[in-house]
């Protein structure tokens, strides 16, 4: 099973900014191992973020996001004690949810 | 026409002028970009992990590394970094945070501490070591570097890394100094900074280990060491080996009273 992400929520007047880290390969399909296979593409496909279980964003990323890569956005009229929820899917299908509590 | 053409480079030469006004110089661009990343250092999740791997029962023996001696006592890991590498009686040797986790891995765990050694970075174990280097490290935080010297074998170290410091070789007849020994060095974009005195807080030895972007994993100073030799085309002492720990010594007292960053982050 995958790493756990690292989620922070911080709360600023109308709105929280939510910081992610995520652990995954993010291989692009596009290299090749030392014996000259290709490797084949590993990589987050879904990201959905959830404010107290209602659906706030989702991304469609691909081979071009870094590995463990990082993400930040705001949450409109999110408040300290609200908890946020990141849940990605990548396209072998295994997934990862995470929870964290806006500070 | 002549005159138009005279125009024409007088106002490439007064863009040109603007433009080298406005450019920032390569370490603020650098900077600039650390500071963005900085929130989301992937070497966080290297922290998790190497806090989990600690506690964890692992290995032949089943055991886990809260009994490891880092040099402060057993299980003292706050603080220990910034004091490393140092002399310890058990294994009668100067050890770094690598050949001690090796140490440890082998007599609590059961470990083959040599084969580990000779596993290639990023593998098996080595990243078990990789882990367990950054959330040591992080564990001294904002501490000041302070090798201790009081033992004779420490000072030893400390002449053999400044002579290995020193010490010419391989085809381009290159040693550490020849990059490390001045102020204001460059190699491309990045600043070197100058080993051979305390370059300042987080900055070479207090910055590592570190997360490198261009390769997307985690540094110990050994792996770092590693590429040192690999760019100056010269063979690797290898894993733990004695010069490598030596050149810790002599880096990490030369940067004595250095704020520790560690796990930095790389470009």
Redesign the interface.
């Known amino acids: 099973m995958a790493?756990?992400m690292?989620i922070r929520a911080q709360a600023s007047g109308s709105k929280a900014t939510v910081?992610v880290?995520m652990?995954h390969e993010m291989e692009t399909g596009q290299r090749k191992d030392s014996s000259g296979k290709v490797i084949p593409a590993w990589h987050i496909q879904e990201v959905t973020a959830q404010l107290n279980g209602k659906t706030v964003m989702t991304a469609q990323w691909g081979p071009a996001v870094?590995?463990?890569p990082?993400m930040?956005f705001d949450v409109k009229g999110a408040k300290a004690g609200d908890k946020i929820t990141i849940s990605w899917v990548d396209n072998k299908g295994d997934k990862r949810t995470d929870e964290a509590t806006v500070s | 026409m002549k005159q138009i053409l005279m125009a024409g480079m007088l106002m490439t030469s007064m863009v040109f002028a603007g433009a080298a006004m406005a450019q920032k110089s390569a370490a603020d661009g650098i900077a600039e970009y650390r500071k963005m990343l900085e929130d989301g250092n992937p070497a966080e999740l290297y922290e998790a992990k190497g806090a989990e791997l600690w506690k964890k029962k692992r290995g032949p023996k089943n055991e886990s590394l809260e009994r490891c001696d880092l040099g402060l006592g057993p299980g003292v890991v706050k603080g220990a970094w910034v004091q490393l590498p140092r002399w310890f009686a058990d294994t009668q040797r100067v050890q770094d945070l690598e050949s001690r986790l090796l140490t440890c891995m082998e007599t609590l765990q059961g470990f083959n501490a040599a084969e580990i050694a000779k596993t290639s970075f990023d593998r098996g174990e080595q990243e078990t070591i990789e882990s367990l280097a950054a959330w040591i490290s992080a564990s001294s935080r904002g501490q000041k570097i302070s090798l201790p010297q009081g033992h004779a074998e420490e000072r030893r170290m400390y002449e053999l890394g400044k002579r290995a410091f020193f010490f010419r070789g391989g085809p381009m007849d290159f040693s550490c100094a020849t990059c490390h020994g001045v102020d204001g060095q460059r190699v491309r974009l990045q600043d070197l900074p100058n080993l051979t005195k305390n370059p300042g807080d987080g900055i070479g030895f207090a910055a590592w280990p570190a997360y490198r972007v261009s390769s997307g994993n985690l540094w110990t100073m050994q792996r770092r060491l590693n590429d040192c030799y690999r760019q100056q085309r010269f063979p690797y002492p290898g894993f733990a080996s004695d010069v490598t720990i030596a050149l810790g010594v002599y880096m990490g007292v030369n940067a004595r009273g250095a704020e520790s960053i560690a796990p930095a982050l790389k470009r």
Do not use: I
């Open positions: 790493d756990p690292r910081r880290l652990a870094s590995k463990n990082f930040q």
